[in-house]
């Protein structure tokens, strides 16, 4: 079975500062790994994803994250944190083989971006 | 760019009642699956459908629960009778090839 922990339900950094939100994974078989974002009462939108080759991935709006497999760890960073940044950020496992897999969250963390 | 929409966006039903929430996929995909989000909590999966018949489901998705794509092109969840405790935000979500599923806005269910 797969799961993501996210350490820390709440995060809040000042506006410029550094963005880190942690993701650990356990996984049988290897994973694929996403993060999403989730803005108040809007939908998930994928910031990023890991599915094979390069460990570290870029995404959208400046995140960027890191698959380390000896930790692993798939956390989310960006360099300085904007006021638009502010949303609920979620982590989310998949399992890399059999076929079609369902996505499995973590419990979310909600950033605080103080101006 | 594609993408996949859910209608209503928010239905609001009263407790008993039978409601059936909405998706358009996207239309080259082939795997489909409905995921919650009950207010504060995190998403949790319902189930997985694929070749017209379901190929996963969680404890969540009892005999109250019925997915089907009757035409196609929808893919629908039925809740038969409804509970205050299925108050949620329902996800539609569809795959191509299991590296990414793309997620639809959602549906704020209410049940009162």
Avoid at chain 1, 31 to 55: E, M, S
């Amino acid at each position: 079975a797969q799961s993501v922990t996210q350490l820390g339900s709440h995060v809040s950094v000042s506006e410029g500062a550094l963005v880190l939100l942690r993701c650990n994974y356990s996984s049988s078989v290897p994973p694929y790994l996403f993060w999403y974002v989730q803005y108040p009462n809007q939908g998930l939108q994928l910031l990023l994803k890991y599915t094979t080759g390069a460990t570290l991935v870029k995404g959208i709006n400046g995140f960027e994250a890191e698959f380390k497999k000896s930790e692993t760890s798939f956390h989310l960073t960006k360099p300085s944190a904007h006021m638009s940044d502010a949303a609920e950020y979620f982590c989310a496992v998949r399992r890399a083989s059999g076929g079609y897999q369902k996505v499995t969250f973590g419990t979310g963390t909600k950033l605080q971006v103080i101006p | 760019e594609p993408e996949v929409t859910q209608t209503p966006s928010h239905q609001v039903t009263q407790m008993g009642q039978e409601v059936i929430l909405r998706c358009v996929p996207i239309s080259n995909h082939l795997y489909f699956y409905w995921y919650r989000q009950i207010l504060g909590q995190k998403v949790e999966f319902l189930v997985s459908f694929y070749n017209n018949e379901i190929s996963e489901k969680s404890e969540i998705f009892d005999d109250q629960f019925s997915v089907e794509r009757p035409d196609g092109s929808n893919f629908t969840l039925k809740i038969r009778s409804t509970k205050l405790e299925d108050s949620a935000m329902y996800f539609c979500a569809c795959d191509r090839d299991n590296t990414e599923a793309f997620f639809g806005q959602g549906t704020r269910l209410t049940v009162v």
